[in-house]
Each structure stands twice: as structure tokens, then as C-alpha cells.
């Protein structure tokens, strides 16, 4: 089964607004990684956080990992249209040399 | 930096071809690299680990056979699905990544593939 799993599913904002989605895994982890996908595209990396870390900024986003809980959240603020795309989770596991396992992903639409 | 270049980004061929998908990594060197297969509105699935100089490391129900990887240099991963049918149509995408426990994967922009 697929190691990170996110919701929503689907997430519909108006822009300006934001945009909260979260990530749940089932095994330890050497780090959680959030990609953004534009339709047909390949994937764009957004954010790295390592097992040891609890919350990390990038810009807009933010994300925070809590490994008691086994989960992340992605916080993209002041959300703009082109920010409309797929988000996935990825971690990484200990040991495994930098393979991902991706989650299904949440689809975001920023409404203009 | 970390460009990763996928050519081609879409291919449309009969049934029976052989298709030949590269995947480089323009400014790095990059001693792993990973292909995927994404369906429709679905998560990427990995396909295979391909390791520079060595034999690619294929998931469990991957065909290697079908899909050949070859990673002859630092810069160039490359995946050919052999003898491709309908049901190989898809979205295939690589990614590279630099040495280094905590480094992200740098994505090509995906291929395209629909056999007819």
C-alpha cells in the first residue's frame, strides 16, 4: 500500500486564501518531501524536511512534520492561481537510499 | 541548477514498436537516477532504480525484460519499453538526484506514451 497517504483529496480555495493539506506514513522515515505537479508535467520540488526537524519554511509554504503522529502538513499562504496543481507527499525511508514512496496527492484549485 | 531533461515528451507508435525514452541530468552528475510510471489523476508508481554503472534495481512486478534500463554515464539514464503494447500507454517520468542522504529528486518533465 502506498506509504503516504493525503487529504483531501481535492481542495478548492479562493485566492488569497490558504490552503492546508496533510500527509500521513506509516513507517519511520529519513525525511518527508512535498512535490507540485502542473497538469502533464513532470514534478517541481517544494520542501524537504528531515525525521528530526518539526517545521520548515519555504516562502509561502510551510510545512511541519510530527513523527509521533506519523504526519505532515503542507501551509501554502496567500494562495494565488497558479498555484492550482497536484501536491504529493514523499518520504523517504531509513536505510532505503533515497527511494520515494509517493502519496495519491490533493488536487488544489485557486479560483481567481 | 539540477535540470533534468526526458525526451521525447510524447510518442505516439503502432503496437509491437520498441520505445526509447532518455532522461539527463544537465548540470549535475547524478550516480542515481529513478523511472516512473503515473497513470490518470493517479500517484507515481516507481518502476525501477537505476544505479550508474550497474544493473537497475526493479520494483516488485516490474518486467525487466519489458522495460530495459541502461545508465552508462553520470548524466544518462535511459528506458526503453520493448515490443510496447496498449496497455503500456502512460505517463513515464524520471527523476535524478545527487549523492547525499537528504537531497531531493529533480524531475524530468515526463513522456507521454500511447501505443496504438
Known amino acids: 500500500s502506498q506509504q503516504g497517504e493525503e487529504d483531501p483529496q481535492a481542495l478548492s480555495i479562493q485566492e488569497g486564501e490558504n490552503a492546508t493539506m496533510n500527509c500521513s506514513y506509516k513507517?519511520?522515515?529519513?525525511?518527508l518531501q512535498w512535490y507540485r505537479q502542473n497538469s502533464g508535467r513532470g514534478l517541481v520540488h517544494l520542501i524537504l524536511?528531515?525525521?528530526?526537524?518539526r517545521e520548515k519554511h519555504s516562502g509561502r509554504l510551510r510545512v511541519t512534520l510530527d513523527t509521533s503522529k506519523k504526519s505532515s502538513s503542507l501551509l501554502i499562504t496567500a494562495s494565488r492561481a497558479a498555484d492550482t496543481a497536484s501536491y504529493f507527499c514523499?518520504?523517504?525511508?531509513?536505510?532505503?537510499?533515497?527511494?520515494?514512496?509517493f502519496g495519491k496527492g490533493i488536487t488544489l484549485s485557486v479560483r481567481p | 541548477g539540477a535540470v533534468v531533461s526526458q525526451h521525447p515528451s510524447r510518442v505516439i507508435c503502432k503496437s509491437g514498436t520498441s520505445v526509447k525514452i532518455e532522461c539527463r541530468s544537465l548540470?549535475?552528475?547524478?550516480?542515481?537516477m529513478f523511472w516512473y510510471r503515473q497513470f490518470p489523476k493517479q500517484s507515481l508508481m516507481l518502476m525501477a532504480t537505476?544505479?550508474?554503472?550497474?544493473?537497475?534495481?526493479?520494483e516488485q512486478g516490474v518486467e525487466k525484460d519489458k522495460f530495459l534500463i541502461n545508465h552508462a554515464s553520470l548524466t544518462l539514464s535511459t528506458l526503453t519499453v520493448t515490443s510496447a503494447h496498449p496497455e503500456d500507454s502512460s505517463f513515464y517520468i524520471c527523476?535524478?538526484?545527487?549523492?547525499?542522504?537528504?537531497?531531493?529528486?529533480?524531475f524530468g518533465d515526463g513522456t507521454r506514451l500511447s501505443i496504438l
Open positions: 514523499a518520504t523517504s525511508l531509513t536505510g532505503a537510499n533515497s527511494k520515494l514512496t
Open positions: 513507517t519511520s522515515i529519513n525525511n
Open positions: 524536511i528531515r525525521s528530526n526537524e
Open positions: 548540470d549535475f552528475q547524478a550516480t542515481t
Open positions: 537505476s544505479n550508474e554503472g550497474s544493473k537497475a534495481t526493479y
Open positions: 527523476s535524478a538526484c545527487k549523492t547525499g542522504q537528504h537531497t531531493p529528486q529533480h
